[in-house]
């Protein structure tokens, strides 16, 4: 199959079995606000998403000769991972919208307005998206630890996945101090980004997967985290260059949340006095207007900071695959359609 093909195809199986699992988890709920809390974490998990971390689980299972379609449920659990990250996400950036619709903390806003409860909608909202999180990272767990494989695997895989998040936390935590500190360079922010993209994207779900085929995959991280950085890269160039259809956020979001890119970072570098307060005007700016998001993007460009962007991530997509060539794998589809996503996740427009 060509690689699009197996993300679409993978990605149904992938659905399939989150489907699956919501099914039998609501039957076995007893009280309607678990129910209701259940539905909503369905309908937030399933609401769009390329799938690609699941995706990639698959990928590093076969890439060293795992079998059989057990990896498609077992994947799955990424997705919960996915969702219990974004709804604490949502929190912390005060978002209201992801993939174009509601996040967690507005739906139960929402849900507090109508029925009339006494408090703060705000705080409510907040206190169960945090709880919904919580409950997506334990569901996740449930998938993993209940799949198919044998014992001593899984407890690899679920250490593995433990170390996945613990280092997701940290790259956040640099991410939150990034809008407080005035000293945030570039080594600064790749770092943030091999802890909280490329490790948690590519490197982790490819070596879980691994982990199920019974392989111990050394040098694998030597594709996976410059291809990672490269993807958060092309990322930040998308949510300041993107539209809001394709995004699914307003277009403003990033330049409002304070978030310090490369292309801020570079632009800022190389800006006259005049530009950086410009820039500076808009960031963390929550009334930012598209007109100032236009003037920055044009900074942007002028200053030569996006050309810098895309030619790091370009060199980084290039170092990954050189060392995924290197590597001795066992299915060579697995990894014609690695050597593919490289290239794919500096070419793509969401």
């Given at each position: 199959?060509?690689?699009?093909?197996?993300?679409?195809?993978?990605?149904?199986?992938?659905?399939?079995c989150?489907?699956?699992?919501f099914?039998?988890?609501?039957k076995?709920?007893?009280?309607?606000s678990?129910r209701?809390?259940?539905e909503?974490?369905e309908?937030y998990?399933l609401?769009?998403?390329?799938?690609?971390?699941?995706?990639?689980?698959?990928?590093?299972?076969?890439?060293y000769?795992g079998?059989?379609?057990?990896?498609?449920?077992?994947?799955s659990?990424?997705?919960?991972?996915?969702s219990?990250?974004?709804?604490?996400?949502?929190?912390?950036d005060?978002?209201?919208?992801?993939?174009g619709?509601?996040?967690?903390?507005?739906i139960?806003?929402d849900?507090h307005?109508?029925?009339?409860?006494?408090?703060r909608?705000h705080?409510?909202?907040?206190?169960?998206?945090?709880?919904?999180?919580?409950?997506?990272?334990?569901?996740?767990?449930e998938?993993?630890?209940s799949?198919n494989?044998p014992?001593?695997?899984k407890?690899?895989a679920?250490e593995?996945?433990?170390e996945?998040?613990?280092?997701?936390?940290?790259g956040?935590?640099?991410?939150?101090?990034?809008g407080?500190?005035?000293?945030f360079?570039?080594?600064?922010l790749l770092?943030?980004?091999?802890?909280k993209t490329a490790?948690?994207?590519i490197e982790?779900?490819?070596?879980?997967?691994?982990?199920?085929?019974?392989?111990?995959?050394?040098?694998?991280?030597?594709?996976a985290?410059?291809?990672?950085?490269?993807?958060?890269?092309?990322?930040?160039?998308?949510?300041l260059?993107?539209?809001?259809?394709?995004?699914?956020?307003?277009?403003?979001?990033?330049l409002?949340?304070?978030?310090?890119?490369l292309l801020?970072?570079k632009?800022?570098?190389?800006a006259?006095?005049?530009?950086?307060k410009v820039?500076?005007?808009?960031?963390?700016?929550?009334?930012?207007?598209?007109?100032?998001?236009e003037?920055?993007?044009?900074?942007?460009?002028?200053?030569?900071?996006?050309d810098?962007?895309?030619?790091?991530a370009?060199?980084?997509?290039s170092e990954?695959k050189?060392?995924l060539?290197?590597?001795?794998?066992k299915?060579?589809?697995?990894k014609?359609?690695?050597?593919?996503?490289?290239?794919?996740?500096?070419?793509?427009?969401?």
């Amino acid at each position: 199959m060509e690689p699009q093909e197996i993300m679409r195809a993978y990605k149904e199986k992938i659905e399939g079995c989150l489907r699956e699992f919501f099914e039998q988890k609501k039957k076995a709920l007893e009280h309607w606000s678990s129910r209701e809390a259940c539905e909503i974490l369905e309908e937030y998990t399933l609401r769009g998403g390329k799938r690609i971390r699941a995706i990639l689980m698959v990928l590093g299972y076969q890439l060293y000769g795992g079998s059989g379609d057990e990896i498609f449920r077992a994947s799955s659990s990424l997705e919960l991972i996915q969702s219990y990250l974004l709804i604490h996400d949502d929190i912390m950036d005060e978002s209201d919208l992801r993939r174009g619709k509601k996040t967690v903390h507005k739906i139960y806003e929402d849900i507090h307005l109508k029925k009339g409860f006494g408090g703060r909608p705000h705080r409510f909202g907040e206190n169960m998206g945090i709880i919904l999180g919580d409950l997506a990272n334990a569901y996740a767990m449930e998938i993993l630890a209940s799949s198919n494989f044998p014992s001593e695997r899984k407890v690899k895989a679920i250490e593995k996945l433990n170390e996945i998040i613990e280092y997701t936390g940290y790259g956040q935590i640099i991410d939150i101090y990034s809008g407080m500190v005035q000293e945030f360079g570039e080594d600064d922010l790749l770092l943030l980004h091999k802890y909280k993209t490329a490790r948690y994207t590519i490197e982790g779900p490819l070596v879980l997967g691994a982990i199920l085929a019974g392989a111990s995959p050394e040098g694998l991280e030597n594709y996976a985290i410059p291809v990672g950085i490269a993807f958060q890269l092309q990322d930040d160039i998308l949510g300041l260059f993107g539209s809001e259809e394709k995004l699914g956020k307003p277009v403003t979001s990033d330049l409002a949340e304070g978030k310090k890119t490369l292309l801020i970072i570079k632009a800022l570098e190389k800006a006259s006095e005049k530009e950086r307060k410009v820039i500076e005007s808009a960031l963390g700016n929550p009334a930012v207007t598209l007109e100032q998001l236009e003037r920055v993007r044009e900074i942007v460009r002028k200053t030569g900071s996006l050309d810098y962007s895309r030619k790091l991530a370009e060199k980084l997509v290039s170092e990954g695959k050189r060392a995924l060539n290197a590597l001795n794998v066992k299915n060579q589809e697995a990894k014609d359609f690695l050597l593919w996503l490289a290239d794919y996740m500096i070419k793509r427009s969401y």
